[in-house]
């Protein structure tokens, strides 16, 4: 929200463009400072609490289970910066865990990077249908995605009938995929970092990324500017799905038994850790890193009950908490900003 | 209430010409509502025809009363739900709270609290939980999407730590029995004649008080309803109160029915809540829809999934049917709407005050 202004105000004039520049790479500081912080505020007091959480087997246990959510989280913030919604990812997940892992019982030997191309392409399947129904249809993505969660996972439902893919089909090949490390650091970690590294490079240099942003703050003043909102949204879209469908293919990995129940709810969760990311839900700034360690944070919460053998019953409670406080900071500390902003331009207008 | 309309529904549009434009936009709207739930009626018509075809039990009595007990909650939680999307806002914490109140019904009783006192804490919790969604969205100013986001997990999140992983399910048979008796006399299970005098009550207010006409008049247009000296936030505070009360009610009936106080009592209903909402032909943007409508949908909603079991269709692909319709619902009026406008209408998606950066555009 914040960086919306400052966005809008950047063609201002070329007076303002530098000082207004210098604010914005501020603001966006801010806001992944604030969650980094938050996140090794909670890490050192955890620690001093119970040192065995930052155990390298435990670090290992963190980083894997935060693999799909940070994935995930990274579709959903390029769809939620240009102000629109992805609620269909834990429904796609769920359609491609089953389908690419069911490939290894009917295909004996067929190679892991073939089951990830599956994935991915069951998930830009689902996402080239939602970015069409959004884009040419022009009926609110909240609508469009509610409908295909149901409807995706109804499919699902319909393949997966009462089976379901076990371990024991799974070669080890893939299912080391979740455990093989190098130096303590899964490999999946790495690979998912630098996929999110590429995703949050696409969205602050690349022209189409900032254009997402734009559309994000005012779509129509985006169009206005040239700007192609429905080839945008629709590329948005197509990210999420695609992203979707290699994410389940690594939760199957994960997990190893995947039935029809694969991945539900997950889109709530992934759009809390977007939110509690610094993204802002209706469009148009936040980062995909901030979002990453947004999903970080969920799942150090989630390993931290563990250690300090609190209940994992509060878990829920506190993720929903922690997002109510995220976005209440966030709003609090972007009217201030906007009244920064006011006083600063009425100074340098004048 | 007529001023209210007038000033409220034309944005800043000053002068006398604006009743009458009010006026003539009122009666282009009017026919193309009606013939929205002209289709719902048709469409419950056409599930009742489909039903009796592919099973003869379909139209029994028994078959009715199944279908209402197990339908009632969701329709309940759908018509303070159809208010707030007029309104311009959205409540997704509808299940948890629903969740919440019933965690809380099952671990006072098991802590042997008399039963009307529960009853007291469990309206007097839904009270708090709408209080808490409706304050931070009104007084904050935070969009109430990432809001009710966030206390769905919340009051899903407090069923889980008052019940953990037990189940409560020792409830006095004179309560249970609600999930399978009807009222005496009559055929009606308890949870659809609630249901019935809540959806009166609704629409009373909604399409016969000045309150009602306000809740479109802010969905439409918020500031226009501010300058029209609408309470707004009032009025969007008591809305999400009365969803959380409602819930609440809801979750009590639930638990009744099932016999059983679980954590997950209603998980992922919300999702069921805002697609009935929708199929009712109420606008995702606010300002427009029916409680009709959206009462029709519930009905058209419980018919096709209890059809759908009865076909041996597999009951949990249901959703494909009921994501087309919805897909079809939120089409139709679009495609109508491009036709003769031509301008998309989710240009406007943020233009109410839900947006938290919204004031910033107009400076």
Avoid at chain 1, 259 to 277: F, H, K, M, R
């Amino acid at each position: 929200m914040s960086a919306t202004v400052t966005a809008r105000r950047e063609p201002g004039g070329p007076s303002a463009n530098v000082s207004s520049r210098r604010l914005t790479e501020r603001v966006f500081r801010i806001r992944e400072f604030g969650i980094i912080a938050v996140l090794v505020v909670f890490v050192a007091i955890t620690m001093s609490i119970q040192p065995s959480f930052l155990d390298e087997q435990n670090i290992q246990f963190l980083l894997i289970n935060t693999t799909v959510f940070a994935l995930l989280a990274l579709g959903e913030t390029i769809v939620v910066v240009s102000r629109n919604v992805d609620l269909s990812i834990g429904s796609v997940l769920g359609l491609s865990a089953y389908l690419s892992a069911g490939l290894f019982g009917e295909h004996h030997g067929i190679p892991v990077p073939v089951v990830f191309l599956a994935g991915l392409g069951i998930g830009l399947a689902c996402g080239i249908a939602n970015g069409l129904m959004v884009a040419v249809g022009r009926v609110p993505s909240l609508v469009v995605t509610l409908a295909t969660l149901y409807i995706i996972r109804g499919i699902d439902t319909l393949i997966v009938g009462g089976n379901e893919v076990t371990a024991q089909t799974l070669p080890a090949a893939f299912t080391n995929i979740a455990h093989a490390s190098a130096g303590g650091v899964p490999y999946v970690a790495i690979a998912v970092a630098a996929v999110i590294g590429l995703g949050a490079y696409y969205l602050r240099a690349f022209r189409s990324g900032r254009e997402l942003y734009a559309i994000g703050s005012n779509p129509e003043a985006a169009r206005l500017a040239g700007i192609g909102v429905g080839r945008r949204v629709f590329t948005a879209f197509t990210i999420s799905g695609g992203i979707a469908g290699v994410a389940g293919v690594l939760w199957a990995a994960q997990y190893q038994t995947v039935d029809s129940l694969a991945g539900t709810g997950y889109e709530l969760t992934v759009i809390s850790a977007v939110v509690v990311g610094g993204v802002a839900i209706f469009g148009g700034s936040g980062s995909a890193v901030g979002a990453a360690v947004g999903a970080l944070l969920l799942s150090a919460i989630n390993s931290a009950l563990n250690v300090l053998g609190i209940s994992q019953l509060w878990l829920e409670a506190i993720a929903g908490f922690l997002l109510l406080v995220a976005i209440t900071l966030d709003r609090v500390i972007s009217v201030k900003l906007v009244a920064a902003l006011r006083r600063r331009s009425s100074g340098v207008g004048t | 209430m007529e001023p209210d309309l007038d000033t409220g529904s034309v944005p800043g549009g000053p002068g006398g010409e604006v009743s009458g434009g009010t006026a003539a936009l009122l009666r282009s709207a009017a026919p193309s509502a009606l013939r929205w739930e002209t289709g719902l009626a048709i469409l419950v018509v056409a599930i009742l025809v489909f039903g009796a075809m592919v099973s003869p039990q379909f139209l029994t009595s028994g078959n009715f009363f199944n279908t209402g007990v197990t339908s009632g909650e969701v329709a309940i939680m759908a018509l303070p739900m159809t208010l707030i999307v007029i309104s311009g806002e959205i409540d997704l914490s509808v299940a948890s709270t629903l969740g919440m109140s019933s965690a809380l019904l099952g671990y006072l009783w098991s802590k042997h609290w008399p039963m009307p006192a529960i009853f007291v804490m469990v309206l007097v919790l839904g009270l708090v939980a709408g209080l808490i969604n409706g304050l931070l969205v009104t007084r904050v100013g935070l969009p109430s999407l990432a809001v009710t986001i966030g206390t769905l997990a919340l009051y899903r999140g407090v069923a889980l730590i008052l019940l953990g992983p037990n189940t409560i399910s020792d409830f006095p048979a004179g309560y249970t029995n609600i999930g399978v008796l009807p009222i005496p006399h009559t055929q009606l299970p308890y949870n659809v004649a609630i249901f019935a005098v809540l959806a009166v009550i609704f629409g009373i207010v909604l399409h016969a008080t000045a309150a009602g006409r306000s809740i479109y008049a802010m969905g439409a247009s918020p500031a226009a309803a501010l300058f029209a000296g609408i309470r707004v936030k009032r009025i969007k505070t008591t809305l999400f109160v009365v969803s959380g009360m409602v819930c609440a009610l809801a979750g009590v009936l639930w638990t009744f029915r099932l016999a059983t106080a679980v954590q997950n009592n209603g998980y992922g209903e919300e999702l069921a809540v805002v697609a009935i909402v929708l199929l009712g032909g109420v606008s995702i943007f606010g300002g427009k829809g029916s409680l009709g409508g959206v009462v029709l949908a519930a009905v058209a909603f419980a018919g096709l999934q209890n059809a759908l079991l009865l076909t041996n269709f597999n009951q949990e692909a249901s959703g494909i049917v009921i994501g087309g319709l919805l897909l079809v619902s939120v089409f139709a009026p679009n495609l109508a709407a491009m036709r003769r406008t031509g301008l998309p209408r989710w240009a406007r998606f943020r233009g109410g005050h839900r947006s938290p950066a919204a004031g910033t555009g107009h400076d």
